[in-house]
């Protein structure tokens, strides 16, 4: 079965600053697609960016962006510019292939902002 | 456009217990997840449905049933609560026909406390 870890159960950015969530995942398919959400305390699960393998250049969606290593396994998310309302719990999330396009979550990284 | 609606959203249970949580989707989506939301675990399949008629067990499916009633609808079903079963749930669907790099589209949650 496919694993996805996150290794930083916690990250702190100062208002403007840039940070990096990681993210690595275990897999023995060559296709699959590589999905980041966004928890604020709303509880609300929202999609920030996603990625699909055989792609090689790396999404971005405004001031976030991924940095996709597919030989690693590895597939980072980069805020740029942060802001207050970034702060939330993050979950990197893994869909291989097969005939059900269920997702496996990373166990998050919580991501404070400071004023 | 209400998207995923779950409810209730809150639900205080003795154990022994039995409920039915409810989900429905708008969006016309074929599949159906209910994911469980504990802290520092992240989100765990509990069942999904690829299409109506049809469900699967996922990662956690002990102690839960399911039952697709239709195209918009996936209930999730605890017979006998259980204290361990304390958690957040997550009904989602999405739309395979749009490419598997589809996301899954969440509802709000439902917090279910075992006592």
């Known amino acids: 079965a496919q694993t996805v870890t996150q290794s930083q159960p916690e990250m702190s950015v100062q208002e403007a600053e840039t940070v990096t969530l990681s993210c690595t995942y275990d897999t023995s398919e060559s296709d699959y697609y590589l999905f980041w959400y966004k928890q604020p305390p709303s509880r609300q699960m929202i999609l920030v960016i996603r990625q699909e393998a055989y792609k090689q250049q790396n999404a971005t969606e405004n001031r976030f962006s991924v940095n996709f290593q597919k030989a690693a396994k590895s597939f980072s998310l980069k805020i740029s510019d942060s802001q207050l309302g970034d702060a939330a719990m993050y979950f990197c999330a893994y869909r291989g292939g097969g005939s059900n396009y269920k997702l496996t979550f990373g166990k998050g990284t919580l991501l404070t902002v400071n004023p | 456009n209400a998207g995923v609606t779950q409810t209730p959203k809150f639900q205080v249970l003795k154990t022994g217990q039995s409920m039915t949580l409810q989900c429905a989707q708008d969006m016309n989506h074929n599949s159906m997840y209910w994911y469980r939301q504990d802290p520092g675990m992240g989100l765990r399949l509990i069942y999904y449905?690829?299409?109506?008629?049809?469900?699967d067990k996922g990662e956690v499916p002990n102690g839960y049933n399911v039952s697709r009633l239709n195209k918009r609808e996936f209930s999730l079903r605890l017979e006998s609560a259980a204290p361990s079963q304390t958690s957040v749930y997550f009904c989602a669907s999405s739309d395979p026909a749009t490419g598997r790099n589809s996301p899954l589209h969440f509802g709000n949650g439902t917090r279910l406390t075992v006592t």
């Open positions: 449905s690829a299409s109506e008629g049809t469900t």
